[in-house]
């Protein structure tokens, strides 16, 4: 399985973002998948995760009604449109697959219950 994160860069404050994960390797529409992000010194957060189908989502309170995952299950594509960013929005972002279909909002937030990780991409927002 491969994850390909890409559409990271520099922004300024209150711009926009799209992030991209292109996954390989495994059947796509029938995997829970993920935003993470790890800003320098901090340990990895959730940011917002999408079912196989797409119908479900979850996000991390500081980011809803700014970002938004969706998922394309055609193209094996997933993505990540983030609006009005802040500085504290810095961070390297990864997306991941779950190893587990079950809707557990708790879960699905846990780092730990994905087993696949694609290898980040960079986010910086400036004041």
């Known amino acids: 399985v491969q994850l390909q994160a890409s559409g990271g860069g520099l922004v300024q404050a209150g711009g926009s973002l799209k992030l991209s994960c292109v996954v390989s390797?495994?059947?796509?529409?029938?995997?829970?998948l993920g935003w993470f992000r790890q800003a320098p010194g901090k340990e990895r957060e959730f940011v917002a995760a999408?079912?196989?189908?797409?119908?479900?989502?979850y996000y991390e309170d500081s980011v809803k009604g700014r970002f938004t995952i969706s998922r394309d299950n055609a193209k094996n594509t997933m993505s990540l449109q983030m609006n009005r960013l802040i500085p504290e929005d810095t961070a390297v972002y990864y997306c991941?697959?779950?190893?587990?279909?079950?809707?557990?909002?708790?879960?699905?937030?846990?780092?730990?219950?994905?087993?696949?990780w694609g290898q980040g991409t960079q986010v910086t927002v400036s004041s």
């Open positions: 999408v079912s196989g189908s797409g119908g479900i989502k």
């Open positions: 991941a697959r779950r190893g587990s279909a079950t809707t557990n909002p708790i879960a699905t937030r846990s780092a730990s219950d994905y087993v696949d």
């Open positions: 390797g495994v059947t796509f529409s029938s995997s829970w």
